[in-house]
């Protein structure tokens, strides 16, 4: 958890004047959220411009499987046409830097409370009250439509088996 925490300190002419201590909140849910996608097979990647040391602290508390630290905005939509040229990808992100990757991945999920105008409009998805469940929540419900969609398909094709023999 001090992993994810910078000091920073104002000096005047050499001596302290301030010191600060800045932490990063990681969302409500977020851990939640992260072992829902692990258990279902689904692979956790955190894509940060922020350092390794502090990513790796936040991979660690969450339950990430890959880190992807010092990451710029080019970067991180470059991992993601590599991922996506060989399976389904989805990105979840707020930020002007996530943009370009957000456009780019199969789906784009922006958190619309605290995200930027730039994120929003590149996301397909955009979370309007910032909770992580709704991500499960979608997961959960692609995977039910896609079965309901195959269960749809092969009943068609059945019946239409059925007519073709009784014709």
């Given at each position: 958890d001090s992993?994810?925490?910078?000091?920073?300190?104002?000096l005047k002419n050499g001596r302290l004047v301030a010191a600060f201590t800045l932490k990063d909140a990681i969302r409500p849910h977020a851990k939640a959220l992260i072992a829902f996608l692990n258990q279902r097979g689904i692979t956790t990647v955190l894509l940060s411009g922020d350092s390794q040391a502090k990513c790796d602290a936040l991979a660690a508390?969450?339950?990430i499987q890959?880190?992807?630290?010092?990451?710029?905005?080019?970067?991180k939509l470059?991992?993601?046409q590599q991922w996506a040229s060989?399976?389904?990808?989805?990105m979840v992100?707020?930020?002007i830097n996530d943009a370009p990757a957000l456009a780019q991945a199969d789906i784009g999920f922006a958190m619309g409370g605290a995200g930027t105008d730039t994120a929003i409009e590149a996301a397909d998805v955009v979370i309007m009250n910032d909770d992580l469940q709704r991500v499960a929540e979608t997961v959960r419900l692609s995977k039910r439509t896609h079965a309901l969609l195959w269960q749809n398909?092969?009943?068609?094709?059945?019946?239409?088996?059925i007519f073709l023999v009784m014709a």
């Open positions: 992993a994810l925490a910078q000091d920073l300190h104002l508390q969450l339950g890959e880190v992807y630290a010092h990451q710029l905005p080019e970067q470059e991992r993601i060989t399976e389904p990808t989805a992100g707020d930020g398909i092969s009943l068609a094709l059945g019946i239409k088996s």
